[in-house]
């Protein structure tokens, strides 16, 4: 109920109240419910180093690597499940994903899916993940409790980047080969609707009110923007050499994507579709995540090892964190843990 | 006994196919050489981005921008086969520059999975690298880091485009270029001297 309020709020641009109080109100609102404030949570990045087969666990309060977790088999793909404090790391030549128990740094478990294991992500309430599988053209869909495949979703060649959306009614998946975008009814795990978009999309993202998807065209050196309803192609941005992925920032008016090939980071005003700036950040950027405060970008920098941290109030580079070899990250990996 | 040497063949045919079930994961090639010679006069030999003869392999560049980013250059290869680079970064003060290949000459076509597949003349697909130097003492240490996915992307790759092709391509190209390099300050000096590791 709640969260439904707080998103009514910050959809609603019609009504005329500043973002300042209505920030305000929902905090209120959420203290008055008993939800604990957000403020005093404590959030981790958690950075897959491919390379280096290990997990680096970032406090982003001190922005200081305080754990650093095995994960054989080629660590790629993050996703996080704050309601059961899990996180999950997809291994591609582990043939599945590693469960880390997000509250000991420990992994709990392997899972195994199939030998393309890529693309990874959690439905909002905890209870499912997906893992999208680069060879096989499908999803698996396993729940969190004993990490039982549940049914298995044929889409389009090279499935990679998914989210969810926030009702977890509907999945959304690139098909990299394909190059396209497909939705995916999550009650008959069917596909409803499919479209073109640039070539070889990767990361795909989602607002906040699930209204909005961004995909990240590796080959076509763009950002195509849709519609969630009917998947309405609504603008492409030009941006760096072969973008990865992308994440929304400042009640998503921002959108922050990773160039491989440019050591950028190129900022997009979501409003005017327009590319305001390109942030330098480490060499090979790849996977990207927003932290919960909404004004924090992290970046994986594969070939440097590093994390880049960006203000994206101010659009510079905070701090560079030492990760490991090959950081890539690709997912949301940040998580607050209560 | 047959069924045995059946049921064998198949669990080996299943082991060769996990095995090579590999994910196209980006590799990384790091060859370092230490040289017996002052930085700068090794950096004077390989900096311009736009002179390529200093590497064995390299008959001849055809090039356009110097050594600003962005600039291009086409290397022929003695062995026949061109590759076309692009300069994405350059740092006089650091002693290094970054390319990318952006195009490669064709050596064959094979067929694989019922499919035409395209060889080119380095069998790697995304290729980057990083050229520097740097000063220690009087010495130097040479860094040639190079970057790139396999020539084949999708599951299953045929020989002349897997990760075994692609390592042997780049280890070719990098140390015949130290080597020679080595070789301009201490002649008679072993190919050993060069240091390979390779990540993936």
């Known amino acids: 109920m709640i969260t439904v309020l707080k998103l009514d709020l910050f959809n609603n641009s019609k009504v005329s109240i500043n973002s300042k109080m209505t920030r305000y109100g ?82 709990k478990r392997k899972v195994t899916t199939s030998n393309g294991a890529l693309g990874i992500v959690s439905d909002n309430q905890g209870e499912r993940v997906f893992v999208a ?8 869909v396993f729940e969190t409790n004993d990490f039982e495949l549940l049914t298995t979703i044929s889409v389009g060649q090279s499935p990679s980047g998914m ?58 050196d763009d950002v195509s923007i849709l519609t969630t309803a009917g998947l309405k192609r609504v603008g492409k941005v030009q941006v760096g050499s072969r973008p990865y992925a992308s994440a929304l920032a400042l009640q998503d008016t921002l959108l922050f994507v990773t160039n491989q090939d440019d050591t950028t980071v190129s900022v997009i005003d979501t ?15 790849e996977g990207i995540s927003t932290h919960p405060d909404g004004e924090r970008v992290y970046v994986a920098n594969w070939y440097d090892g590093t994390v880049t941290v960006i203000d994206a109030k101010t659009l510079t580079v905070v701090t560079t964190i030492k990760t490991g070899d090959g950081s890539r990250a690709f997912g949301q990996f940040i998580t607050e843990i209560q | 006994m047959k069924q045995v040497s059946v049921v064998l063949s198949i669990l ?21 050489v230490k040289i017996n010679a002052p930085a700068e006069k090794v950096w004077a030999i390989i900096k311009n981005f736009d002179d390529m003869s200093w590497h064995p392999s390299i008959a001849g560049t055809d090039a356009k921008g110097g050594n600003k980013k962005k600039a291009t250059r086409i290397l022929t290869l003695k062995g026949g086969g061109t590759i076309t680079e692009q300069l994405k970064a350059y740092k006089a003060d650091k002693m290094s520059y970054k390319y990318k290949i952006t195009d490669m000459s064709t ?11 395209i060889v080119p003349v380095l069998p790697v697909s995304n290729y980057a690298a990083t050229l520097s130097v740097k000063g220690k003492g009087g ?62």
């Open chain 2, 12 to 32: 080996f045919f299943i082991f060769m196919s996990t095995a090579q079930a590999h994910g196209p994961v980006r590799g990384k090639l790091t060859a370092k």
């Open chain 2, 107 to 117: 050596v064959k076509t094979i067929t694989h999975a019922g499919k035409d597949e």
């Open chain 1, 26 to 107: 929902v905090i209120v609102l959420l203290v008055l419910a008993g939800v604990p404030s957000l403020a005093v949570a404590a959030s981790f990045a958690f950075i897959s180093n491919q390379l280096d087969n290990n997990v680096s666990v970032i406090d982003t309060a001190s922005n200081e690597v305080i754990e650093t977790v095995t994960v054989t088999g080629k660590p790629v793909g993050v996703a996080v499940n704050r309601q059961k404090s899990q996180v999950y790391i997809s291994t591609p030549i582990g043939n599945g994903f590693s469960v880390l128990d997000a509250n000991n740094f420990k992994i």
């Open chain 1, 133 to 140: 599988d680069w060879y096989e053209n499908n999803i698996a």
């Open chain 1, 163 to 220: 989210a969810v959306s926030p009702d977890d009614r509907w999945l959304y998946v690139a098909n990299r080969v394909d190059n396209s975008v497909s939705q995916i009814d999550l009650n008959t795990f069917k596909i409803r609707n499919t479209t073109k978009v640039g070539t070889h999309p990767f990361g795909l993202t989602l607002d906040q009110n699930g209204q909005r998807i961004y995909v990240a065209n590796v080959e076509s």
């Open chain 2, 139 to 200: 010495s130097s240490e040479v860094k040639w880091v190079a970057t790139y996915y396999r020539g084949y992307l999708n599951n299953n790759p045929p020989s002349e485009l897997n990760e075994d092709a692609a390592d042997k391509a780049v280890t070719a190209v990098l140390k015949a270029g130290l080597a020679n390099l080595l070789g301009k300050f201490q002649s008679g000096a072993k190919d050993s001297a060069i240091k390979f590791k390779v990540k993936r």
């Open chain 1, 271 to 285: 409003q005017t579709l327009t590319e305001i700036k390109q942030i330098e950040v480490g060499e090979k950027p």
